[in-house]
C-alpha cells in the first residue's frame, strides 16, 4: 500500500513538473517582452529538471497534509484544497522563478557587455508576483486531476 501511494507521489510530481514548467516558462518569456521559441524551449527544460528534481525529493503531498492538519483542514474540503495548492506553490515558483530569472537576467547582460540598465531583484520581484498567482491558480485546478487520475490507475479510493 505504501508503494503504490509512492507510485501515486511520483506520477503526480511528474505531471505537476511538465505542467508548471511549461506555463511558468510560457509566462516568463511573454512577460519578458522578448518571446522566442528557442527561449521558451530552452527555460522549460530548465525548469522541468529544477521542478522535476523538486517534486521527487521534498515530500509535498506530505507537507501539504500536514500544513491542513495544522490548520484542522477537512481532506477534500475547499480549505484543504487552497492550503495545498499553498504548499505546494510556496515550494515551486521561488524556486523555478529565481533560476529562471537568474538565467534571463545573465543572459541579457552578456548580450549588452553588462550594460543593460537592469535591476535583478526588480526583475525577480516582478516575476516573482505574476509567476506565484499563476502557478496558485494552476496547482488548485491541476493537482487535483492529476492526483484522481493517479488514484484510479492504481485502484485507490479517496477517502
Given at each position: 500500500m505504501e508503494e503504490q501511494m509512492r507510485k501515486i507521489g511520483r506520477e503526480v510530481?511528474?505531471?505537476?513538473?511538465?505542467?508548471?514548467?511549461?506555463?511558468?516558462?510560457?509566462?516568463g518569456n511573454l512577460t519578458s517582452g522578448h518571446f522566442s521559441l528557442?527561449?521558451?524551449?530552452?527555460?522549460?527544460?530548465i525548469s522541468l529538471v529544477?521542478?522535476?528534481?523538486?517534486?521527487l525529493i521534498i515530500p509535498i503531498g506530505k507537507l501539504g497534509g500536514a500544513a491542513c492538519r495544522a490548520a484542522r483542514?477537512?481532506?477534500?474540503?475547499?480549505?484543504?484544497?487552497?492550503?495545498?495548492?499553498?504548499?505546494?506553490?510556496l515550494i515551486f515558483t521561488p524556486i523555478m522563478t529565481l533560476v529562471m530569472v537568474f538565467l534571463a537576467y545573465r543572459a541579457v547582460m552578456r548580450q549588452s557587455g553588462g550594460m543593460a540598465q537592469l535591476s535583478f531583484g526588480s526583475m525577480f520581484l516582478r516575476s516573482l508576483i505574476i509567476c506565484f498567482i499563476i502557478g496558485y491558480v494552476i496547482i488548485f485546478i491541476v493537482q487535483p486531476l492529476f492526483f484522481k487520475q493517479a488514484m484510479k490507475k492504481y485502484g485507490k479510493e479517496r477517502n
Open positions: 510530481s511528474i505531471k505537476m513538473a511538465v505542467t508548471m514548467s511549461f506555463f511558468l516558462s510560457l509566462v528557442m527561449g521558451f524551449i530552452s527555460s522549460f527544460f529544477i521542478s522535476l528534481i523538486i517534486g483542514l477537512r481532506q477534500g474540503s475547499l480549505g484543504a484544497r487552497l492550503m495545498e495548492s499553498l504548499v505546494s506553490n
